[in-house]
């Protein structure tokens, strides 16, 4: 299955003090860094979404590109319809990661892609636990991603409601704190659990 991945580095950052969520530091290492090495792809074929330092993202995955004019502040999708523009759309499949869930399985990959080769029928998938839906998680045929376009040129910003639209499926894992998100100061001082 031709697949590539694409980190979401392209928030505000508002409840970290406005820092670049992607760079910043836990345990001595950027959340990127934590990232790309809990996907276990060649960096060849991971790609940054981010909107600042795209020089610093550069120096760690092969494509770094920012959310297109139209859709600027318009979160997460923003991300998805801006990559139509972009050579990720000829990959297949696109598996879509936030930059601040720093301890994702390590078999996150083959399970979305096994979901997809057992489930031709559908497009997308997203992680799930028992506790909740992780809808930033997700496993994406690259067809799809005009779809986002048009999602948030109607007016739509959430990924749960684009999903819907897409009929995707969850694909469940056991560990819930494997998809924790880092999104303020206190939750870095919060060992992993």
């Not at 319809?81 to 936030?98: D, K, M, N, R, Y």
Request: net charge neutral; aromatic share 8%; with cysteine.
């Amino acid at each position: 299955m031709a697949l590539n991945a694409l980190i979401l580095a392209g928030g505000q950052g508002s409840r970290m003090g406005g820092c670049d969520k992607g760079l910043a530091m836990y345990e001595g290492v950027a959340f990127i860094d934590h990232v790309i090495r809990r996907l276990n792809l060649p960096l060849s074929r991971i790609a940054v979404s981010a909107n600042r330092n795209q020089a610093e993202y550069a120096k760690r995955a092969a494509q770094v590109f920012g959310d297109l004019p139209a859709y600027q502040n318009c979160g997460p999708l923003a991300a998805l319809a801006s990559a139509a523009e972009t050579g990720l759309a000829q990959a297949g499949w696109l598996l879509t990661v936030p930059c601040d869930t720093l301890h994702l399985p390590q078999d996150l990959c083959r399970r979305l892609t096994e979901a997809a080769e057992h489930n031709p029928d559908c497009r997308a998938f997203y992680a799930a636990t028992e506790a909740r839906r992780h809808y930033g998680v997700m496993l994406v045929h690259t067809d799809l991603l005009g779809s986002a376009a048009a999602y948030l040129d109607a007016g739509g910003r959430s990924i749960q409601g684009w999903l819907a639209g897409q009929h995707a499926r969850p694909v469940y894992f056991p560990n819930e704190a494997e998809f924790r998100n880092y999104n303020t100061l206190q939750d870095m001082e919060k060992p992993h659990a």
